[in-house]
């Protein structure tokens, strides 16, 4: 679970309600706190910060969409979730244009609502995880540069060459590849080696609702839609006369795939709610892990777009097909991570080396720098020895995706250390939890998880 959320309100007028929601939650680790209505929750607002909030609709005083209304409410960072037993498709949307995340109807098992918790954390967790990324590359990056991408193989070599000359054209860019391959640092290096002024901007089309992103990256007027307060300037004219850098392009919502094109073909954005376009000197840099010509045939991506994102295609080559590069990549890891950490400079051992080469790394460039930050923690010597690293076989003849699979990978690594540190701390969980560096609470859940 997220570490985000600790605290948590509950706003019912039914003591029985509270006291139910209080034992379920409190079971899996909230600070819980109680109001009947939301003029009673208003006040504990004054005094405390709570991460989630659970309002009933129907109650005295001040109901759930008043209290929603309420100005104190609507400044609030929290994750608001609503209940009624009295509910409807209206109600729901009407709860969600006044900010609440999420609505449950009574009655609800209890796990429902756990299972809503989690989900609104993970959600969380994406949104933060987006916003410290466009922070991070909200400045220029002046002292990045095309040197800084760590290779030994002649492969790499041709695309930074490729890299090099694309990089001094207008003309947008697509990278592909999968999972891992780097395709962010390309993006950075083609900004590098430009010349542009501008800054380096990044988003995941993934990562961000349809609504939100057309505001994320067109900007909106104010008073355009519910909640749009003040005007806001979109990444396309924040990154005028730098570069944007749109990962993960194939899921780029198909309504706003003719604005995109548009951009392209005009160079002009029109802002949520604005009558007029505006010009724009954007670089449009585009990603994508899949295979965009199956999105075409699948009617999931516009092929006219396709043709103006790639006019120039730079393929990245998975990690197992230039193993010149994986004990070069894994001796910059370990030296970056040695430092990190405060530690002597680790050395890989000949049997470490031959393990590294002869894995097939199916999550790529990140898989391997992940494996090596999680082997650091149970190395203590000078020498870092590295077990064989395993992969389910697929029967002969048939694709076994897992071997392409960064999660998978991830998570057997995971397993793997959980298991050794409560092997090493002979079952103390706590012990356990601070060996391996994660709080208890997320320790229990991934024992629960891996059957532990």
């Known amino acids: 679970m997220s570490e985000r959320f600790h605290n948590l309100l509950i706003i019912d007028d039914e003591a029985s309600m509270r006291h139910m929601l209080r034992l379920v939650l409190e079971q899996h680790n909230y600070r819980v706190s109680e109001a009947q209505n939301g003029a009673e929750a208003i006040n504990l607002i004054y005094k405390e910060k709570f991460d989630v909030i659970l309002s009933d609709i129907r109650m005295p005083d001040m109901d759930g969409l008043t209290f929603l209304d309420q100005p104190e409410v609507r400044s609030l960072d929290s994750t608001i979730i609503m209940m009624s037993a009295y509910g409807s498709i209206d109600t729901a949307l009407k709860c969600m244009e006044r900010g609440a995340y999420d609505y449950i109807s009574k009655p609800f098992k209890p796990d429902e609502v756990v299972l809503t918790l989690r989900k609104a954390e993970e959600r969380q967790e994406l949104r933060q995880e987006n916003h410290e990324l466009k922070k991070a590359l909200s400045k220029q990056d002046k002292k990045f540069s095309i040197t800084d991408i760590i290779h030994s193989s002649e492969h790499m070599e041709q695309i930074l060459s490729l890299v090099k000359t694309a990089a001094k054209s207008d003309s947008s860019i697509l990278i592909s590849g999968e999972t ?4 962010e640092l390309i993006a950075k290096a083609l900004h590098s080696e430009s010349g542009r002024t501008g800054q380096f901007l990044a988003i995941n089309c993934s990562a961000i609702t349809s609504g939100l992103l057309e505001s994320e990256l067109f900007g909106h007027k104010k008073g355009s839609f519910t909640g749009a307060d003040r005007e806001k ?8 006369e730098g570069t944007l850098f749109l990962d993960e392009i194939a899921d780029l919502p198909l309504e706003l795939q003719p604005k995109l094109l548009r951009v392209l073909q005009e160079g002009e954005i029109r802002k ?34 396709y043709y103006r994102l790639a006019v120039v295609d730079i393929n990245l080559p998975p990690l197992r097909e230039r193993p010149e590069d994986i004990i070069t990549l894994a001796e910059h890891f370990l030296t970056l991570l040695c430092k990190r950490e ?14 590294l080469t002869e894995y097939q790394w199916p999550g ?7 494996y090596l930050e999680k082997a650091l923690i149970f190395s203590p010597g000078e020498t870092l020895e590295l077990p064989p690293l395993r992969v389910r076989q697929a029967a002969p003849g048939k694709f076994n995706p897992a071997e392409y699979s960064l999660k998978i990978a991830s998570q057997r690594l995971e397993e793997e250390y959980i298991r050794k540190a409560l092997l090493k701390t002979d079952g103390n969980r706590t012990q356990a939890a601070e060996l391996l560096e994660v709080s208890l609470r997320s320790l229990m859940y991934k024992i629960k998880d891996y059957g532990i």
Do not use: H
């Open 342 to 355: 405060g530690r002597s400079p680790l050395q890989l051992s000949p049997t470490a080396k031959k393990n």
């Open 364 to 370: 790529n460039v990140r898989e391997l720098e992940n």
């Open 180 to 183: 891992g391959t780097g395709k």
């Open 272 to 305: 949520v709610g604005a009558t007029r376009a505006e010009k724009i000197n954007t670089r449009v840099v585009a990603a994508a892990g899949t295979d965009l010509q199956d999105s075409i045939k699948k009617n999931l991506f516009r092929r006219d777009l």
């Open 233 to 240: 300037q979109g990444l396309f004219s924040i990154a005028s």
